[in-house]
């Protein structure tokens, strides 16, 4: 009987440490793969920034996960491209547009994900907070996509979503020159989770942009204010074309530390693997305000 009191608790001590780890995510197959250094993958223009022609991916581009994250604490953590011209930005896009991120909310605030104010912006709201969601009832996360003359509108409901869990976020819009009317398109995971018309053509202004709080017109460092986002943020992309959800469900097929697939329309590139800088072969690097690039940012991952 002494014997087998032993060995119930030496069996009790061994499960609680099984859990332990399970619970830290070192059973995460993500832990095992391969990890991409910083810079390691990057486009390159051998006819200078905003050139197209020749455009392709240099270096060990692999698909693998990066080695860092951009992990924000929630308040006065954030990236901003400091730009002296804001009118002639390549991220003063008109008309059509695609964003792209990897997100993994841990609490709240969790708003601002991508934001130039007043132009465009992708964010997350939670039960209806602090805008609508749809449908009405929906409970959880909520994809926002604001953009000029359809700011604030009411988000989309996305499915199985949680605190604890990373998500793949699209946005994108549509100008139709004929009838004068944008569609917009809300996309988790790589499906579509809504689609709605906005009036007009998206137009461009002053503001600069931000990764994980909202910016102000301000070419001066320090300028995000509010609408922080608690959590990490990962591969950020941004096009100046509407790309369609069979381009949008590849990228979330390929997993966190994809690179670009649609060179041709890629503006900015923002792996956040380490560092703020743009490797769309732009030059459009960021500089960081308070943030940490973390390294055990794979619990809640799990490999598409």
């Known amino acids: ?20 780890m399970y619970a830290l995510g070192i059973f995460n197959s993500s832990v095992f793969v391969p990890r991409a250094r910083p810079g390691s993958c990057t486009v390159f223009r051998p006819n200078g920034t905003d050139s197209s022609y020749n455009i392709n991916l240099i270096g060990t581009c692999l698909d693998n996960l990066p080695e860092y994250i951009f992990r924000s604490k929630g308040v006065g953590d954030y990236v901003y491209v400091p730009e002296s011209n804001i009118s002639s930005s390549p991220l003063n896009i008109v008309g059509n547009l695609t964003i792209t991120a990897w997100v993994d909310p841990i609490g709240s605030p ?13 964010k997350l709201d939670y039960n209806n907070q602090p805008h609508p969601c749809l449908p009405s009832n929906f409970t959880g996360f909520c994809l926002e ?40 398109y809300w996309y988790a995971n790589g499906q579509l989770i809504r689609e709605g018309s906005a009036s007009g053509e998206m137009q461009y202004n002053n503001t600069l942009f931000t990764i994980g709080a909202i910016s102000k017109d301000s070419p001066n460092p320090g300028y995000g204010e ?46 956040l693997n380490g560092n703020a800088n743009d490797y769309s072969g732009n030059k459009l690097n960021g500089l960081t305000d308070n943030v940490v690039f973390g390294s055990s940012w794979y619990n809640g991952y799990a490999i598409p």
Not at 1 to 20: N, Q, S
Not at 146 to 156: K, Q
């Open 145 to 184: 996509w604001d953009s000029n003359g359809n700011w604030t509108g009411p988000g989309a409901g996305i499915p199985n979503s949680g605190f604890g869990k990373w998500i793949f976020l699209g946005v994108s819009i549509r100008y139709n020159s004929t009838t004068g009317t944008s569609t917009k």
């Open 110 to 122: 969790y708003h601002d994900v991508v934001d130039k104010e007043g132009q465009y912006g992708m």
């Open 1 to 20: 009987m002494e014997y087998l009191t032993t060995y119930g608790w030496a069996i009790l001590v061994i499960a609680i440490i099984l859990a332990a």
């Open 226 to 271: 509010a609408e922080w986002f608690n959590g990490s943020i990962s591969n950020v992309q941004v096009y100046n074309a509407s790309l369609p959800q069979s381009y949008i469900n590849q990228m979330y097929q390929k997993g966190l530390g994809a690179p670009p697939i649609y060179l041709h329309n890629l503006v900015a590139w923002y792996p």
